[in-house]
């Protein structure tokens, strides 16, 4: 009976540790995934905008989220495929949704910036623009 | 006669676990390690063989070069090398194009004369790019040309390379990528790196020979200076110097390289805080060096006996365990790249007061404070560096595959699974 309940107690114990190494472990690694999701869909984006500039010779005007600047993308026919929106692992579209990435040009449209905040914060995760970030790497 | 036999083989045994022991680090070591300049080189968009075999059809095989040059050798069927792969980022992300910079593939075959480049992928405007791969005149203008000559070139129209109309300032980034890469990588292999002693070098040694001649100097006369030593691995050490070994020194060295000629005194102590328990069962660092063993054993002198709690059988063979676990979310943060400073599963940071994290200080207070309790806690239950340290040491006695042993073959179980099972799969 006793060695019952010591194996009992040290496989709890284990089960603890383990719980443990998952919580240690488990923050950062959803941080990962999800950084490289944002990778992932600013370089479809940022591509997209690309093209844009190519057949419009000024980037967009307006200042946009995410999922305002995926849609005004996929309405001009720039995106055949949008990005899933990296927060929320769905298409972007809904109200209130997470959404960190913030689109916006200059007076004269020659140049874009691509910021992506973590939602809900003023902290800047990830830049990519026309003029010093030019590339995520 | 039976018993001497039996001598023998247990001797044999006792041999082949000590390197069995040794090796299952050198193993995770070298698997980080490899990991960590696959990472380098290939970077978030790893080259591939079919990009390599449209420029050199024979290719079968990408081996990491982890050399200066930082590229792919190029292996046929038969495992002969045929060839040689560089991508130009992260090298060239500074060298911008229309609106960004271009990953530029450059293939060399066994004479290290070009047989082509391609644009792998490009922040700069896709139209233009397009242009410029179309331009074969311009992709093929490479090829026949050495690496040394590629990485030479200051003056592309004297080389008889010319920009592409209608994309010249995507192609001329493409050109300038490509001879800035080449160049510093024959820069980087010009390096010559000396080996310098200073004066913390020469301290970590004097440590490492007083915590020896007090491991094997047993003469009482001598052993009762043992306390000076001990607390001046605390003052000197720990709080003064920093010099502590550390998950998040070893892992940093086995992820990059050891910087031998940087620090050789370290390196050097590192080293034999490992070999000396190996070759002579005597854990040096961990019962005479370590700072913070130390300062645990001051405690459990200074507080009354009353204090000290027994712990039960079942508490200990749970404790045993909390250094793997620590292990084991140590390697997956190295295979993985997680954002998690190493420092703060340790103690040991905490002696650099100024620079310390509050994680660091807290393991560190509540270590202690649970020393004053249970003996020595931290040491027997919480180390996972001290863990290392005590699976290499030589036993006494009979020595058997133990349950240290089969816990190091988890950690080199897991450390293959996540050398082998590529990050796309973890990381999404």
């Given amino acids: 009976m006793n060695k019952a309940v010591s194996m009992l107690i040290r496989f709890a114990g284990l089960l603890l540790l383990l719980a443990v190494a998952c919580l240690l472990i488990g923050r950062p690694l959803a941080e990962k995934r999800e950084e490289r999701r944002i990778r992932t869909m600013l370089l479809t984006v940022q591509e997209a905008l690309q093209n844009y500039h190519v057949k419009e010779e000024i980037y967009p005007r307006d200042l946009m989220t995410g999922a305002q600047l995926v849609?005004?993308?996929?309405?001009?026919?720039f995106l055949e495929k949008p990005p899933l929106n990296p927060w929320t692992q769905a298409e972007f579209g809904s109200a209130g949704e997470r959404d960190g990435l913030r689109y916006r040009t200059d007076m004269i449209a020659e140049t874009y910036e691509l910021v992506v905040f973590k939602p809900g914060t003023e902290i800047e995760q990830f830049r990519l623009d026309s003029t010093e970030n030019q590339s995520l790497e | 006669m039976a018993k001497g036999e039996s001598k023998v083989s247990s001797c044999i045994k006792s041999y082949v676990l000590q390197i069995y022991r040794l090796s299952v680090l050198l193993a995770i070591a070298w698997l980080i390690r490899s990991h960590h300049d696959r990472i380098r080189v290939q970077g978030d968009w790893p080259v591939t063989v079919s990009e390599v075999k449209a420029l050199l059809p024979e290719a079968h095989r990408l081996k990491v070069d982890a050399g200066p040059r930082g590229g792919l050798e190029v292996v046929n069927a038969d495992g002969e090398k045929i060839g040689y792969a560089v991508r130009t980022m992260p090298d060239s992300r500074e060298i911008v194009g229309y609106s960004g910079p271009s990953d530029v593939l450059v293939v060399f075959d066994a004479e290290e004369k070009g047989v082509g480049i391609a644009i792998r992928q490009s922040y700069d405007t896709p139209s233009h790019v397009d242009d410029v791969k179309r331009e074969f005149l311009f992709m093929e203008s490479w090829n026949g040309r050495s690496w040394d000559a590629i990485a030479e070139i200051s003056d592309f129209n004297e080389a008889g390379i010319y920009s592409v109309t209608g994309a010249t300032r995507t192609s001329e980034a493409v050109m300038e990528s490509v001879t800035h890469r080449l160049a510093v990588a024959d820069g980087e292999e010009g390096l010559e790196r000396a080996v310098e002693f200073h004066w913390n070098d020469f301290a970590l040694l004097g440590f490492l020979a007083g915590g020896g001649v007090f491991a094997?100097?047993?003469?009482?006369?001598?052993?009762?200076?043992?306390?000076?030593?001990?607390?001046?691995?605390?003052?000197?050490?720990?709080?003064?110097?920093?010099?502590?070994?550390?998950?998040?020194?070893?892992?940093?060295?086995?992820?990059?390289?050891?910087?031998?000629?940087?620090?050789p005194?370290?390196?050097?102590?590192?080293?034999?805080?490992?070999?000396?328990?190996?070759?002579?069962?005597?854990?040096?660092?961990?019962?005479?060096?370590?700072?913070?063993?130390?300062?645990?054993?001051?405690?459990?002198?200074?507080?009354?006996?009353?204090?000290?709690?027994?712990?039960?059988?079942?508490?200990k063979w749970i404790g045993r365990w909390i250094p793997v676990m620590l292990l084991v979310v140590v390697i997956a943060i190295s295979f993985l790249q997680l954002d998690f400073d190493l420092a703060g599963i340790e103690p040991f940071d905490a002696y650099v007061i100024k620079s310390a994290g509050i994680a660091t200080i807290s393991v560190a207070l509540v270590g202690l404070a649970i020393s004053?309790?249970?003996?020595?806690?931290?040491?027997?239950?919480?180390?996972?560096?001290?863990?290392?340290?005590?699976?290499?040491?030589?036993?006494?006695?009979?020595?058997?595959?133990g349950e240290r042993d089969w816990a190091g073959v988890g950690l080199l179980g897991l450390a293959l699974v996540l050398y082998f099972i590529p990050l796309s799969t973890w990381l999404g």
């Fill in chain 1, 71 to 77: 849609h005004f993308l996929k309405k001009e026919g």
């Fill in chain 2, 216 to 263: 094997f100097w047993k003469k009482k006369t001598f052993q009762r200076w043992r306390w000076i030593f001990s607390v001046a691995t605390i003052g000197l050490l720990g709080l003064w110097m920093g010099d502590l070994i550390a998950q998040s020194l070893m892992v940093g060295w086995v992820e990059s390289r050891i910087p031998w000629e940087a620090t």
């Fill in chain 2, 265 to 315: 005194g370290l390196v050097i102590f590192v080293a034999a805080a490992f070999l000396l328990p190996w070759f002579t069962k005597q854990p040096v660092y961990c019962q005479f060096i370590c700072p913070h063993g130390n300062l645990q054993r001051w405690m459990m002198k200074v507080v009354p006996a009353t204090w000290k709690r027994p712990l039960p059988g079942d508490g």
């Fill in chain 2, 372 to 401: 004053l309790f249970f003996p020595m806690a931290y040491c027997k239950y919480g180390c996972p560096t001290g863990w290392l340290l005590e699976f290499v040491r030589k036993r006494s006695g009979k020595d058997k595959f």
